[in-house]
């Protein structure tokens, strides 16, 4: 069974703060992604990475940023974070078409 | 663009009911399609695909079929039960052009189900 994995399941942090969030998939996926999910609003992506080190903006990038060093690694950064950006964060890797998800991290800003 | 629209939430049920969620795309191309569940508290889980037209998806009793002349993905289930009460998202699959393998996913914006006893 491919395993996604996150950091933290429920994060808070203080307006301003530099927040990381890790995602690690065991399944050799070459795709990996990051959503962000608010009601009403379904899925929205944010970037993606196919392949080591490269990485390309989904729909609303902007506050954001991603590193993939690793193959099985790819963190999304916030690097001042803001409550607008208080949601719940999804990571998912995929070989092809199909998507796997991870638990989710649920982020609050204050 | 690509877009799905999915029916509006919430949706509650009696169990033993019979269920439809509405779902219409738009694409360009010929996209594979696909149906998540999310549990409270989880994360999301295909529920089930298709990847061409007239192709029907199914599992866990629940089914789906690919409708191109309508634009249509519609989730059905014969007989609902209490444990199906969740969160699902209508998907499809786009390639970016130029990046091989890379194929983002396009989500509706999730209908909630409560089935109650």
């Known amino acids: 069974d491919v395993k996604v994995t996150q950091s933290s399941r429920y994060l808070v942090k203080r307006t301003g703060e530099k927040v990381f969030l890790e995602c690690v998939q065991d399944?050799?996926?070459?795709?990996m992604f990051w959503y962000r999910q608010d009601p009403g609003l379904g899925l929205r992506l944010i970037y993606f990475?196919?392949?080591?080190?490269?990485?390309e903006k989904g729909d609303i990038p902007e506050g954001y940023s991603v590193s993939r060093e690793k193959k099985e690694r790819f963190s999304l950064i916030l690097e001042s974070a803001s409550t607008n950006q208080t949601s719940m964060y999804l990571c998912?890797?995929?070989?092809?078409?199909?998507?796997?998800f991870g638990p989710g991290t649920r982020l609050t800003v204050t | 663009g690509n877009s799905v629209t999915q029916m509006e939430g919430p949706v509650t049920l009696s169990e033993e009911a019979f269920l439809t969620i509405n779902c219409t795309y738009t694409?360009?191309?010929?996209?594979?399609l696909f149906w998540y569940v999310q549990y409270p508290g989880e994360g999301l889980q295909l529920l089930l695909k298709?990847?061409?037209?007239?192709d029907k998806g199914s599992n866990k009793g629940f089914e789906a079929t690919y409708r191109k002349e309508t634009t249509s993905f519609h989730l059905e289930k014969g007989s609902v039960q209490v444990s199906d009460s969740a969160v699902y998202f209508c998907?499809?699959?786009?390639?970016?052009?130029?990046?091989?393998?890379?194929?983002?996913?396009?989500f509706g914006q999730g209908t909630r189900l409560t089935i109650n006893p």
């Open positions: 998912a890797s995929s070989l092809a078409g199909e998507q796997y």
């Open positions: 399944m050799d996926h070459e795709n």
């Open positions: 990475s196919y392949d080591v080190k490269m990485k």
């Open positions: 694409a360009t191309g010929y996209p594979s």
């Open positions: 298709a990847t061409k037209a007239d």
């Open positions: 998907a499809l699959s786009v390639r970016p052009p130029g990046i091989q393998g890379a194929q983002k996913l396009v």
